[in-house]
């Protein structure tokens, strides 16, 4: 008969059943794991460790939360990410790069698995569509939902994140001559669900006892932190931009063509018909159809179509795609996924509307966000040097082990919560 005081309960990332998308909503669920706090953790114990008890800590920036500070800002996406640097280094971050360098390795991995899925398509009925991989949400839905079913459809291809994992605790880990638990990587996403990504066991290193990405935090974080600092990012005085390659400074910023996801479709798709059929595309023409999130692309040459891939943003969109698929009517070839409607740009980290609408500030950094330069993965010297010295070639076992990751069906389970929010 004696009272008992409980402890409080807490809801970890693992715990996810990814049943209705709360992990996509800041104030739904308490995530002890990772969040701005526990940057700030990492960044007060260096301050007062012993020198070899302290960490190397690195933030990588996702172009799509860059552009999203810019337009709550009111500047460019140069001028933020210069500002943006100095200010995580004011509070003891060491290096701050950009994660549209292992997007490059990202669109090249899946230009390249997209042509071996397609030539081998007669004798393996699930080699297409080829789904892509890159948003985590979709990821938790199909192993959850779908599992063993939807898998083999999905691209290996690891997201830029977990990429840019790779290459901080790989390569720069080497160049820096640190193990890869001497090294604290956060990185800024537009997403919750990356949060779930970076705590994937996949993206473990057991010998070291330490993730590939220790830390997400999103945009809004960000801005939190600014707040907490009592710091406007446009008085801050800007600083040169880091390259994970060289001690030179980066003096400009560039992106990829085809859209504010990443452009997955539209360079596997030009990438293919001029490997599988010898055309050049130049422009794409998206042909919309029950709504904006779902568009397709079709190449034909007389008459015939050689190719047909899709987009489906949201998940009313990935349910019709994933029903197609199981009864037999999918006519794609590949399939850009993204779980959000209108895709990474209006992700759920993302910063939300502030005395405007969300229409009219997603435009606002959509319009920044194509405002860069794009570049095409192949013709970055960079990523081909990198290719080499890091992972011994584009076909070697380093370049499948650091670039390509598995997934895992999960087994569905009857779970009871009585949860106060």
């Known amino acids: 008969g004696a009272a008992e005081k409980l402890e409080k309960a807490k809801i970890s990332l693992n715990d996810c059943l990814a049943c209705s998308g709360c992990i996509t909503s800041a104030e739904s669920v308490l995530i002890t794991q990772q969040s701005h706090e526990e940057l700030c953790k990492t960044l007060a114990f260096n ?26 800002c009111k500047m460019g996406l140069l001028e933020t ?40 398509q007669s004798e393996d009925k699930k080699a297409l569509p080829m789904l892509a991989s890159a948003c985590p949400g979709w990821i938790c839905y199909a192993e959850k939902t779908h599992g063993s079913f939807i898998i083999p459809y999905i691209s290996t291809t690891k997201s830029p994140q977990q990429v840019m994992g790779s290459l901080v605790k790989g390569y720069f880990a080497e160049q820096q001559h640190l193990t890869p638990d001497q090294i604290y990587h956060v990185t800024v996403m ?4 990356k949060k779930l990504e970076a705590s994937r066991p996949d993206f473990f290193n057991q010998e070291y006892q330490t993730r590939d990405v220790d830390c997400v935090i999103t945009t809004g974080e960000v801005l939190k932190l600014l707040e907490q600092e009592g710091v406007s990012l446009s008085d801050v005085d800007p600083a040169p931009l880091d390259t994970i390659f060289s001690s030179a400074a980066e003096e400009e910023l560039t992106s990829h063509a085809g859209g504010g996801s990443g452009g997955y479709l539209e360079h596997v798709y030009k990438h293919a018909a001029q490997e ?58 590949y399939v850009e996924v993204m779980a959000c409607p209108s895709g990474c740009l209006n992700g759920g980290g993302q910063i939300k509307a502030a005395g405007e609408s969300s229409k009219d500030q997603l435009q606002q950094v959509e319009k920044l966000y194509e405002s860069l330069r794009t570049e095409i993965p192949e013709r970055n010297g ?12 584009a076909d070697s076992e380093g370049a499948a082990r650091a670039l390509h990751t598995q997934y895992h069906a999960v087994e569905k389970t009857s779970v009871g919560f009585n949860i106060k929010w």
């Open 47 to 72: 301050k007062t460790a012993a020198p070899d008890e302290q960490k190397l800590v690195v933030v990588s920036v996702s172009p799509q939360s860059r552009a999203s500070l810019a337009a709550r």
């Open 81 to 120: 990410a210069k500002k943006l640097t100095a200010f995580l280094k004011s509070l003891g971050v060491h290096y701050v790069f950009d994660t549209t360098l292992s997007r490059n390795f990202s669109l090249l991995e899946s230009q390249r698995e997209f042509l071996k899925r397609f030539r081998k």
């Open 190 to 193: 537009p997403c919750y669900d």
């Open 276 to 333: 599988l059929f010898g055309i050049r595309v130049d422009t794409i023409r998206y042909k919309p159809l029950k709504n904006k999130d779902f568009q397709e692309v079709t190449l034909e040459k007389d008459g015939v179509v050689l190719l047909q891939f899709a987009l489906a943003y949201g998940f009313r969109n990935i349910q019709n795609l994933v029903q197609k698929l199981k009864r037999g009517k999918s006519p794609y070839h």
């Open 382 to 393: 960079t990523v081909r040097e990198l290719y080499e010295r890091w992972l011994g070639g």
